[in-house]
């Protein structure tokens, strides 16, 4: 009896997935789901990518926590639409989560929508949230390894924000083995390094938004 359910429940949530991605795709939408262990920094990034952006930019975040509206907090003082999902336990978003919290939202006329999902490696990989394009993000202090160990998250993304490089000087880490790594389980993904703290690299991942749009 378990097999069928779970069936059902990815059936439901593909349903609803493609019903946003022809929706974002008519209004000339660009969805992208951020996707991370806990704290690589993709608050941090979106953070550092609306303090860059034209206040006329039509641009919005939905963010996706266990607990707490934080995410969402650091997130409004840019000025732009912010809403935070609090899924109460799921330790992912789903393309419900995001079709329920996008009501009464401008969402047509959208020119970007971000989507931050739960800090969690491993279970938003299964959820289509209807996004145009996936961003996985790795800190240097996580590790090489994080592409082979968790090989469908990196595998179903289009981008790997290599983040956190300011502590390079501080921690073990190889960057050429993390891009080989994700070059293993995703040979096409395009590898880029940033410092949300130090700004280096964030031309290149603004040019990488700019490139989708
Ligand atoms: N040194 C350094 N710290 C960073 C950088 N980017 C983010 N941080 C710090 O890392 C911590 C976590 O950053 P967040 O942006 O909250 O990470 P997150 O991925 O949104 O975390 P969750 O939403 O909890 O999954 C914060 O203390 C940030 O200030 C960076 O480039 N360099
Ligand atoms: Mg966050």
Known sequence: ??????????????????????????????????????G?????????????????????????DIQTDNDARRLARYGFPVRQITTGGACHL???????????????????????NVGNLVCPTSYDLGEEARAVLLSVTEGEDKPLKYPATFHHADLMVLNKIDL???????MELARENARRVQPEIEILEV??????????????IERHL
């Open 40 to 64: 690589s920094g993709k608050t941090a990034l979106l953070e550092r990518t609306l303090a860059g952006f034209d206040a006329a930019r039509r641009v919005a975040v939905l963010t996706g």
């Open 195 to 208: 410092s949300c703290t130090s700004g280096e690299g964030l031309e290149r991942w603004n040019d990488w």
């Open 1 to 38: 009896m378990r097999v069928p359910l779970e069936r059902k429940v990815l059936n439901e949530n593909d349903r609803i997935a493609a019903t946003l991605r022809e929706r974002f795709q008519r209004n000339g939408t660009f969805c992208l789901n951020l996707i991370s262990s806990p």
């Open 168 to 174: 390079l000087p501080y921690v073990p880490f190889s």
């Open 94 to 116: 789903d393309a419900r989560m995001v079709e329920r919290h996008l009501t009464d939202w401008p969402v047509d006329e959208l020119e970007i929508l971000f989507l931050e």
